[in-house]
């Protein structure tokens, strides 16, 4: 028969457990089957509940570096009145101690008013994974 026994009172079908000191175990049985079902969707759907609000605090580094490019970017050129900035410009704790203030024009005015704020999170995850500190540095290119 191979390497597989038949089930008992299966013909045909084959048991996928090894007999065990020559005697071939039963297979699970569908409540056992459903019960364990039920159970891994009751985990992942507590691992989905824990994990959004997570993934709702990290920004998106694609995301940012287009908003960088797109709003910071059209004041803050070489040549303009503004000081000119890359990722570069701070470290990621100057980034992040940035962010943390929430004003821009060195206190002036509130960061979002400058950027929406559903973009803050993105430009600040772009700036600090690519700031002169990081495992990635980047100028953030024309």
């Known amino acids: 028969m ?25 297979p699970p049985h569908a409540s056992e089957r459903r019960c364990f079902l039920r ?50 410009s701070k470290t990621q704790a100057q980034w992040k101690a940035y962010f943390a203030t929430g004003k821009h024009k060195k206190g002036a005015e509130k960061l979002d008013s400058v950027v929406k704020p559903e973009q803050v999170k993105d430009i600040q995850t772009f700036l600090v994974n690519h700031a002169s500190d990081s495992p990635q540095p980047e100028t953030c290119g024309g």
């Open 39 to 88: 159970n891994t969707l009751k985990l992942l759907a507590v691992l989905a509940v824990l994990a959004a609000p997570l993934a709702a605090e990290g920004g998106s580094d694609t995301k940012g570096k287009f908003f960088f490019k797109k709003t910071c970017k059209a004041c803050h050129t070489p040549g303009s009145a503004a000081k000119e900035i890359t990722p570069l």
């Open 2 to 26: 191979g390497a597989f026994n038949q089930a008992p009172g299966n013909s045909g079908i084959q048991d996928p457990l090894p007999p065990r000191d020559g005697v071939a175990l039963p």
